[in-house]
């Protein structure tokens, strides 16, 4: 029986629990050539289903070195290709022999001129949701943790990094073979790595920042604070299960603000405002060493586990660290996005991913991602707090951490947790409605504070020249300005606060779309260029979205796209061409 829709896993079958990985880069045919040897839970015999997308097996062996009978079928459109094994009786592992795609859909093979540096190729990984076949054939879902070796062989002139613990680098001639161990058992999208010309500065004791060598020390003034972060963390939710936490700052083609790879945190080059203002991302990425790598969504369908938590402890962090007033302004512009998107949804007739738990059957992971599963997640998981009181909400939080720790949970799991740890709270809030209801319930929480207050009070007149707003509340401001705007008071703002040549993408965005929204085309070139020099969805989207809903700039859309696609990572590139699909 599949025990998720998203993978070929049958819980009828042995379980994967660890991995040993070799795996050679080749840059010159954007493939790895590789050997993963699985071992399994206990001496097995019989059918084996592994997922895999764009494998090329050679051979397939027994832990005794004999050959295992397999078949590759032919691949499905979301889930790939199932390998299927046949296992001599006793058998403790199976070791497969393969080379990936040079398309692969969990990797992104970046030419020289691509990186800051101009000089040496990229590559990375991104296995969120169900990439990780793309680069291993495993039991590809949260369900099936496992702990790995692993020896990545790379240019000698390049550092490979992983997320895992360093054992060592031996040079032999022009390559370089380095040699990690990941203790902890992780959820197989949080296999990661990436290869490249990088250097690091020390952060603090358990963490240190990487990057391009044109970028670290900037990157290093940015994530000063990280240690801050990790104990306000820790005071929140108990002990940092992970070692270390270090920050990889990838090229502008990653897609996300960040990626939770634990021990190694991925994130955009965009945090890199010159002002501190963006950091709060990693209080979010930090936020799933607890939610989400600590405790995990069984599935694709129960994805607000994973998100509505870690956006609840990242709003309690950012209290922790900058004040509620910020807090509130953060949670202020999620709720605008989470408005708008539901509106989105319902009017485009997907009404059901505006629930949190989600049926995905038939549905790619990536193109039902949203907003929602983190902001009415975090607004269910706020309206709990509020129902019994913070400091008994607290002592649940570490419960709930503690019981599932290291285990993957469904939504039902979660509820009946909930009821037992806190008997009839879920009939008080009308969980029903905020787990299987579309839209959000009426009296869904909405965050107060003076600051915010103070930036609705401003309306939509012009603001004085010497407005000295902080980032945050100038993108509140932005996204809350009705649309469109005449297009001299938009020449008016950009001309008094200069907007289009914003260096906080934030900022930048958020007026681009009004700019866009209100048909002041002056902005375009900057549009175009954002297009062709970010590959974060969390901008993509709702740019070439703006210039969808113009007729006169539909075309635009269309061309920028296909002048820019091939250097967007293949999530995103799959992702902006659906929604160009969609017109």
């Not at 002002?275 to 979010?284: A, E, K, M, P, T």
Request: hydrophobic share 45%; net charge negative.
């Amino acid at each position: 029986m599949r025990i998720d829709p998203h993978s070929y896993t049958d819980d009828r079958h042995a379980h994967v629990r660890s991995l040993d990985w070799e795996a050679r880069v080749d840059f010159a045919t954007r493939t790895l050539d590789a050997v993963a040897t699985l071992h399994l839970d206990a001496p097995a015999a019989g059918p084996l289903d592994l997922d895999t997308r764009g494998l090329a097996v050679d051979r397939v062996t027994d832990d005794r070195g004999a050959a295992v009978p397999f078949v590759l079928h032919p691949a499905e459109a979301i889930l790939g290709s199932r390998l299927a094994l046949t296992l001599p009786e006793g058998t403790r592992a199976v070791t497969v022999a393969y080379r990936t795609a040079a398309d692969a859909s969990a990797l992104q093979w970046l030419d020289p001129a691509q990186t800051a540096g101009g000089a040496q190729p990229y590559l990375f990984s991104q296995c969120q949701a169900i990439h990780a076949r793309s680069v291993v054939p495993l039991q590809d879902t949260p369900q099936r943790r496992v702990t790995f070796t692993a020896k990545l062989t790379v240019p000698a002139a390049l550092r490979g990094l992983m997320a895992a613990a360093f054992d060592g680098r031996d040079e032999r001639g022009d390559v370089a073979v380095e040699r990690w161990h990941m203790p902890q058992p992780i959820a197989p999208y949080l296999f990661a790595f990436a290869v490249g010309d990088l250097a690091s500065r020390e952060l603090g004791a358990r963490s240190r920042v990487w990057a391009e060598p044109a970028v670290v020390d900037a990157a290093a003034w940015e994530f000063a604070g990280v240690d801050a972060m990790l104990a306000a963390g820790e005071a929140l939710f108990g002990p940092y299960a992970w070692d270390r936490f270090d920050i990889l700052v990838m090229p502008p083609s990653f897609p996300y603000g960040g990626m939770e790879n634990p021990r190694l945190t991925f994130v955009t080059p965009t945090l890199l405002a010159g002002d501190r203002s963006q950091v709060r991302v990693i209080s979010h990425e930090l936020a799933h060493a607890w939610s989400g790598n600590l405790v995990t969504n069984a599935h694709a369908g129960h994805f607000w586990l994973n998100e509505g938590w870690t956006r609840y402890a990242e709003l309690r962090m950012v209290e922790v660290l900058e004040g509620a007033d910020t807090a509130a302004l953060v949670s202020a512009i999620c709720r605008k996005d989470l408005d708008e998107t539901v509106a989105r949804f319902i009017a485009e007739g997907h009404g059901g991913l505006t629930r949190l738990r989600t049926h995905l059957e038939g549905v790619d992971p990536d193109e039902a991602f949203s907003v929602v599963p983190y902001d009415k997640g975090e607004l269910f998981l706020r309206t709990l707090e509020q129902a019994v009181g913070r400091a008994r909400f607290d002592v649940f939080a570490r419960s709930y951490l503690d019981t599932f720790r290291f285990g993957a949970i469904t939504t039902e799991a979660f509820l009946e947790f909930t009821e037992r740890a806190l008997p009839g709270v879920l009939a008080r809030v009308d969980a029903v409605r905020w787990v299987d209801g579309e839209g959000l319930p009426d009296g869904a929480p909405r965050a107060r504070s003076a600051r915010l207050d103070a930036v609705a009070a401003m309306g939509d007149a012009l603001p004085p020249a010497d407005a000295r707003l902080s980032t945050t509340e100038w993108n509140l401001w932005l996204e809350r300005l009705p649309r469109p705007q005449p297009t001299d008071y938009c020449a008016a703002l950009d001309a008094r606060f200069g907007f289009t040549s914003s260096g906080n993408m934030e900022v930048k965005v958020a007026w681009l779309r009004l700019a866009l929204a209100s048909g002041y085309d002056p902005v375009l070139p900057e549009v175009a260029r954002v297009l062709g020099a970010v590959g974060r969805m969390k901008y993509l989207v709702p740019l070439y979205s703006a210039l969808l809903a113009r007729p006169e700039t539909r075309a635009l859309a269309s061309e920028l796209f296909a002048r820019h696609a091939p250097g967007y990572h293949p999530i995103a590139r799959a992702v902006v061409r659906g929604r160009l699909d969609r017109g």
